[in-house]
């Protein structure tokens, strides 16, 4: 069927009755989404007449201004969780939250608006200012909408930030303006892995550098990946890193002091704010314990997301398998030395020693192979057996130290390290 073509005129109109009934269904659409050239325009103070003669120019359309001068803070996921102000959020089809604060004095809005920008590395502000005029595009999947999950709101009964909030933000900005390494919050960790709600809260308040964010996230990647977890309680066993191999790939800023003092200023910065008990290093090595970390990667050692976003199940015996075979590989080991029956009570798979449920443990050993060979964590089995059987898993239950032979580490082959 043909689409009639509308003219200029009738597309307009068309246009403004799809926003009048956006609005009648509580929805905000005249409020704003602004790019880099209006920003630009903003910034040169260019009056609102001429602000809107550029604005149709460029073929962006002006819409409604709000009631009130506002700013618009433009906050990631993590920081919107973090602030918690939920009753004030809104979002577009990308996943963008805005806040919007109002306020008749125009200086104050200004100040803010400059206290809330990114580091100069950034080049992505934070806050938006916008004195009495509201940008929006009229494609309806770039509209910024509220979000009806807690109300709908319309121009006039837009959500409000108290002063309270406020303080808190400027209190933030505040110690960004101190450091230039400073970051607000820690918000990247969750566009590579699930922070738990735990770790969320822990970091709410605080404001870290550049260089603790690093150090951090590689922790966390680390730490996954040791036996600590494995343990039942969280205080029984550090975490031991070899000090270099922690540092290696980091990649800090301000680099006219050396790497490790960096390093041990971030290490003290996470022992502040309690995501750390303590560390110590010797002779090379670094002992970290950490009963919280320990308890935020049980959170999420299911998780097919995250650290374990390479894997094909997400049932918590072969995440468990998983950080296993890491810590062996990360600590050198040349094989498993680990029994059959020890292996399966870590994976709290014990019950199933029994005469009658070998058939089940062989399945479970041959799917953990499996997935560890996809992972390239293990290397295929030599010859033409593809499934471990029922008679393999009594052969290993009878000898403790063979276990070896069935789970070869992909860096060795046929006893030898692959060079």
């Not at 809107?52 to 009631?67: F, W």
């Not at 110590?280 to 650290?307: L, W």
Request: proline share 3%; hydrophobic share 35%.
């Amino acid at each position: 069927m043909n689409k009639t073509k509308l003219n200029p005129a009738e597309l307009q109109k068309s246009r403004e009755k799809k926003l009048n009934t956006g609005r009648k269904a509580g929805f905000a659409y005249d409020l704003f989404c602004i790019n880099n050239d209006v920003l630009q325009l903003l910034h040169e103070n260019v009056s609102t007449s001429d602000l809107l003669t550029q604005l149709d120019n460029k073929g962006i359309y002006g819409g409604l201004r709000p009631l009130k001068p506002c700013i618009c803070l433009n906050c990631d996921e993590l920081a919107f969780k973090l602030l918690n102000y939920k009753t004030l959020w809104s979002y577009d089809p990308v996943y963008k939250r805005y806040i919007y604060y109002f306020s008749s004095d125009i200086e104050k809005l200004k100040t803010l608006s400059k206290n809330l920008y990114e580091t100069e590395e950034e080049k992505q502000p934070r806050a938006i200012l916008a004195h009495d005029v509201a940008i929006t595009f009229f494609n309806r999947m770039q509209m910024l909408k509220f979000c009806p999950r807690w109300q709908n709101f319309h121009l006039s009964n837009l959500p409000k930030l108290t002063d309270s909030m406020v303080s808190h933000i400027t209190a933030l900005a505040e110690q960004l303006q101190e450091n230039n390494d400073n970051y607000f919050l820690i918000n990247k960790l969750t566009n590579k892995y699930r922070i738990s709600q735990s770790l969320c809260g822990r970091l709410a308040n605080s404001v870290l550098s550049l260089n603790t964010h690093y150090v951090l996230e590689r922790l966390l990647q680390m730490m996954s990946h040791t036996s600590a977890i494995l343990v039942n309680k969280d205080t029984d066993k550090p975490y031991k890193f070899d000090f270099e191999e922690l540092l290696k790939p980091l990649k800090f800023k301000g680099r006219s002091t050396s790497k490790l003092q960096i390093a041990t200023n971030a290490l003290n910065n996470l022992v502040d704010i309690g995501i750390i008990d303590s560390y110590t290093v010797s002779d090379g090595d670094i002992y970290i314990q950490s009963a919280f970390i320990t308890k935020h990667i049980r959170q999420q050692i299911h998780r097919t997301i995250g650290y374990f976003a390479g894997m094909t199940a997400s049932k918590p015996y072969i995440a468990t398998f998983i950080n296993y075979l890491n810590w062996i590989i990360n600590a050198h080991h040349e094989q498993l030395t680990i029994a059959l029956n020890t292996l399966l009570h870590k994976l709290n798979l014990e019950r199933l020693l029994k005469e009658s449920r070998i058939s089940e443990i062989a399945k479970i050993l041959t799917e953990l192979r499996n997935v560890a060979i996809d992972l390239k964590l293990l290397s295929p089995p030599s010859g033409e057996s593809v499934n471990i059987t029922a008679t393999d898993v009594k052969y290993l239950l009878n000898n403790r130290t063979e276990l070896h032979k069935y789970f070869i580490l992909h860096n060795v082959v046929n006893g030898e390290e692959d060079k």
